[in-house]
Nanobody
Framework: QVQLVESGGDSVQAGGSLTLSCTASGNTYRINSMGWFRQGPDKEREGGAAIYYGGGGGTYLADAVKGRFTISHDNARNTFFLYRNNLEPEDTAVYYC?????????????????WGQGTQVTVSS
């Protein structure tokens, strides 16, 4: 089993910045993809950003966050970061960290095997 613990959620003003982190523990040796998904009020869960750090590597950023969000992964700490700049009220959501070992499509939530509990981000105008 793999456990994911998110941190960094907060309430901020529009235009502000936040960094979310997700630390994986347990049987992490098979994990080669991690992603951040979000679910706003009365919305379906949608992809935000993800990274594949197996052979060749690869990243995914949803169109809504390109240019504002960046991602990185610290292998030694099994931690995945999401750096978010110029936040907008539309970014208000619960942000979930996900991890997987057979992820064919980084943007697709159902591809991931493990999920964190989520962290709330609220952006006010």
């Amino acid at each position: 089993q793999v456990q994911l613990v998110e941190s960094g959620g907060d309430s901020v003003q529009a235009g502000g910045s936040l960094t979310l982190s997700c630390t994986a523990s347990g049987n992490t040796y098979r994990i080669n993809s991690m992603g951040w998904f979000r679910q706003g009020p009365d919305k379906e869960r949608e992809g935000g950003a993800a990274i594949y750090y197996g052979g060749g590597g690869g990243t995914y950023l949803a169109d809504a966050v390109k240019g504002r969000f960046t991602i990185s992964h610290d292998n030694a700490r099994n931690t995945f970061f999401l750096y978010r700049n110029n936040l907008e009220p539309e970014d208000t959501a619960v942000y979930y960290c996900a991890a997987g070992y057979l992820v064919a499509e980084l943007s697709r939530p159902r591809e991931y095997n493990y999920w964190g509990q989520g962290t709330q981000v609220t952006v006010s105008s």
